[in-house]
């Protein structure tokens, strides 16, 4: 039985045993842990992570791929499999009281985004995520302030997780090959937040605004919520871009915004 990978569901499989080892050899999966894995492909990951051990949800959205991975792992009682679009599954009831789950996959490249901040919602049941996306995506996930990198995503993933990027991997990995280098990361949701923010929906607003013209200062860009004044009181200078301001200075600024609409 044998899948081709679809386009319009961004499939690329991962074909290197080499990737694979080291994927598993960093994640490092326990016997007894549950772990789940989103859009699986072929199983080319989800046989070696079976054989840890490990308690497995697996969430796939082709139905010929949900076929294909129920005849392959039919004799696997610690299997579940759900033919369910990852962004409608609520990770909330795949969690337990007493352990928190561990989740790992290639994502689509084409919804990466969307899936990452569906995660985000369910992150105080989620010990740790390791995920393959575009190098560059990866890049921006994990900047510091001052990288050309830095922007909108890494502020909202970094305010829930620690990001880690972990290594490369290249396009012949993969069948399809895709045209892009990839790179493995790891998000680690943190257990108590790293700065108050009293309104996520403003903290969000600020952000964008001040990245929506990159290339100008916060005097300017922020100028229809904040004036200059307002930016030097909360000691950031207005002078400085968006690229340039901490998760700390974005807290300031957001909290600052709502108290100015309540």
């Known amino acids: 039985m044998t899948h081709k990978a679809r386009k319009r569901f961004g499939q690329n499989f991962l074909q290197d045993s080499h990737i694979i080892d080291n994927i598993l050899m960093t994640a490092n999966p326990e016997h007894g842990e549950h772990w789940v894995e989103i859009g699986p492909g072929q199983g080319a990951l989800t046989a070696p992570l079976l054989a840890t051990g490990v308690k ?7 139905r010929d791929l949900v076929s294909y991975l129920a005849h392959k792992f039919a004799d696997q009682e610690q299997l579940t499999l759900h033919s369910q679009d990852a962004l409608t599954v609520d990770f909330s009831q795949l969690a337990t009281s007493s352990s928190r789950l561990h989740i790992i996959g290639n994502l ?26 575009q190098k560059e995506v990866v890049e921006r996930i994990c900047a510091t302030p001052g990288n050309k990198r830095y922007g909108r995503l890494t502020i909202m993933l970094q305010y829930y997780c620690q990001a880690e990027p972990l290594f490369d991997v290249p396009p012949e990995s993969f069948d399809p090959q895709p045209k892009v280098m990839s790179a493995i990361f790891k998000l680690t949701p ?47 200078n207005p002078e400085l871009r968006a690229e340039a301001i901490s998760l700390t200075e974005f807290a300031r600024l957001s909290n600052a915004f709502t108290l100015k609409n309540p």
Do not use: C, G, W
């Not at 009293?198 to 100028?223: D, E, G, I």
């Open 108 to 133: 689509p490249y084409n919804i990466s985004t969307p899936i990452l901040f569906h995660l985000m919602k369910y992150a105080d049941h989620i010990h740790s995520m390791y995920f393959m996306l």
């Open 56 to 62: 497995l949800d697996l969430i796939e959205l082709d």
């Open 190 to 236: 943190h257990r108590k937040a790293p700065v108050d923010i009293t309104n996520l929906k403003h903290l969000n607003q600020v952000v964008a605004q001040a990245f929506s013209q990159r290339r100008k200062t916060l005097r300017n860009s922020l100028k229809k919520s904040f004036t200059e004044a307002e930016i030097v009181a909360l000691d950031i």
